[in-house]
C-alpha cells in the first residue's frame, strides 16, 4: 500500500479546532441539531437505547443528546486532548458510560458491545487517516478500499437491527470542481474576537481535498494545511451497502447544517 506520512503539527490542529468548533457550533446550530438528531434516533425506539458516538471529539453532539436524556452514550475518538475537554465539561456527561481514545481502525477489536446507534457525525469520516497526522493512502483504489475498512468496523458495532449515523461535508459535492471557500464564523471567545475560513480544494480524480485552515485569534493568524479523503454522499451510500448494510440514506437535514446525514440500517432485529 502506498503510505505518505504528514507532518502537520498535531497540537496546532487541536487548538484551532477547539477555536472552529466553537464558531461552527453555536448553540442555536448546537440545540437544533441535538433536536433534529434525537428524533431521527427515536424511531419507535426510547432514550434508554444504546449510542456509540465514534467522533466525539470535545462532545458534540452527545453533550446534547445526554441533555435530552439519552444516557446510554459511549464516546470514543483519537485524540486524548479532545477527550479530555469533554470529560472537563461536566453535568454528568462521559461519566455515566466509558469514554474511550480509541482510532476508527481498532474501534470493532477492542470494543466487543454492540450498539442500537452508531454515530461517525459532525463530517469526520473523510478524515480517518489524516486528522491526527498519521498516513493517507494514496491513489483512488486504495482510498476507497481503505474507507470500506473503516465503515466494516462500524457496521460490526451496530447491532443486527440497528443503525449508523454518518456526516460529510455539504461541500464534498461533485459541483466543486476546484475550490470552495466557506466562512466559518466569527465570535467573541473568551474575550478576544476570532474569525476563521476554511479553503478548500478538490482533486477528484486523486480523492483528496486539501483543506486550508486559516484561524484569527487573540489578535494571531494562525494557518495550517491538512488533507482528508474526497468522495460524495452517493459513492458513501455505495460503500455503506458493499460492507453490509442493508438500506444506506440520505435523511434530510436542515440547508444550515454543513453536513449530509446518511443513516445506513443492518438487517436483523434488535
Ligand atoms: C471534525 S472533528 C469533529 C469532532 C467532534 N464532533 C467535536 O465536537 O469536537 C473530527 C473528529 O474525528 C476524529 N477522528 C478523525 N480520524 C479518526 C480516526 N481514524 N479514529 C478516531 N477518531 C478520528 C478526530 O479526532 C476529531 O475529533
Known sequence: MNKTTLVDDRELLTKLWTVCEQLLHTDDYKNSYARWLSEALLHDADRSITIMDTAAGVGFPSQQLFAQGFENIWCSDAAPDLLRSLIASGGGFGKTAPVLCLKWQDLSHVIMSRFDAVLCLDASIGFMDSWGAEEMVTGPDAICERVREV???FYTLTKPGGRFFVGLQKNNNRKNTERYVMPVGKATLDGHTATATWDMRYDWPARRKTWLNLVEYQGKLYEQTRYSYL???????????????TDAREVQTPDFFYEDVIVAQKGGFL
Request: aromatic share 16%; proline share 0%; charged share 20%.
Open 151 to 153: 465503515l466494516q468496523n
Open 231 to 245: 468522495f460524495d454522499k452517493h459513492e458513501l451510500a455505495g460503500f455503506l451497502q458493499d460492507v453490509g448494510f
